[in-house]
């Protein structure tokens, strides 16, 4: 039993410091890590059409000492920033803090916010004030409902799109026919700051939202089997209608991810990587419930280990009852001889 005892400890001690490496593996914002050629922060250097500007903005952005405005609370405006330095990062994680808000009451206001990271930058158009069928991944702050028919979801709407530039995004169903996945959450007109966070690493997107001003994410996209190159355009773009929103940007800060990768992954030639995604299903399964549940999201790694530390602990446990009880039968059979 003595053995025994060592090989439960030790396997406890081995799967506490697997857990640990895991949770680690998320980013807390280190410094060390973070990409200023790719990061947006006050008092916004680096902001304009010179030749040495690392972002460059177009439309109604107005950019201050406390916020990149890309539009006021007024009818048909649209804006943009962009960061005018390529990605070549294989595994990152960009961190937004925005802020939505306006005079609006109630489904009074509009249209959103859009995140991007494309093959092309600083083009207009009419998806949340860029351009339509894109290549690269948006992610998508949609704070008004078009589909009235889509009353399974409360608005706004945080949605996520991979596209190879043959896919145009449905305003009229507020993009559910080309959506990832996504999650409700109340964002507008917030006394805090409201976050998001776009992570990619090893084929998974995730996204994770921190609006309740409690200082913790809360998952609202995951899934894996997602393919995006390297060396595209990080931005964010809005857009007003007949309704309309301050949309403001505070901060977009990028952070690198180490994380190793096979030879064959590493000899592979990003660059030349088309945005796709490996689904089992249909993207328009994968919609939330009235509550903002998401549903159909993948177990995450940290959720496959955790599912699997538990099994593995209740193997240990019965393997330890069986063998006191073993033990106790053995002392039993001995005195009856």
Known sequence: MGNFGVFVRTAV???????????????????????REHSLMKPYQGVGNSASSQWDFWGSTLVTSSYVRLTSDEKSKQGSIWNTVPCHLKDWEMHVQFKIHGSGKKSLHGDGIALWYTKDKLHPGPVF?????FIG????????????HGMDRS???ISAMVNNGSVNYDHGKDGRASELGGCSAEIRNKDHDTYLAIRYSKGRLTLMIDVEDKNEWRECIDIGGVRLPTGYFFGASAATGDLSDNHDIISMKMYQLMVEHTPEEENEDWTKIE??????????????????????????????FLLLLCALLGIVVCAVVGA???QKRQERNKRFY
């Open 129 to 133: 004030g860029n351009q339509d069928q």
């Open 13 to 35: 001690v081995l799967l506490v410091c697997q857990l640990f490496e895991v949770l680690c593996d998320i980013t807390d914002g280190n410094t060390e890590h973070l990409k």
């Open 324 to 326: 006191v009880v073993f």
């Open 137 to 148: 991944l948006a992610i998508v702050v949609d704070t008004f409902r078009n589909d009235l």
């Open 275 to 304: 945005p796709s995604v490996s689904l089992l299903k249909s993207p328009k399964d994968n919609i939330d419930d009235p509550t903002g549940n998401f549903r159909g999201t993948p177990l995450t790694g940290w959720k496959v």
């Open 155 to 157: 608005f706004p709407f």
